[in-house]
């Protein structure tokens, strides 16, 4: 989530965030295992993301609207 891919741009958020998504990524993505249950109403979260692509230079993390 945090690293620049070929495609110029990509998402930003927390470290804990990014722990906690890749974990969920890693569950659903394991064929091996089974799917997780459902979302309980009480039990979403936010996520904040930042968009970001490369600098002129080639940099990464150039932000994508420099007021949003």
């Excluded at 620049?4 to 091996?32: C, I, K, M, Y």
Aim: glycine share 8%.
């Amino acid at each position: 989530m945090r690293l620049p891919a070929a495609r110029g741009w990509f998402l930003e958020t927390s470290h804990a965030d990014t722990v906690q998504l890749s974990g969920w990524f890693n569950q659903v993505a394991d064929v091996d295992r089974d799917w997780p249950h459902g979302t309980a109403p009480g039990d979403t979260r936010d996520f904040t993301f930042h968009v970001r692509s490369r600098a002129p230079s080639g940099t990464p993390g150039w932000p994508w609207c420099a007021s949003c």
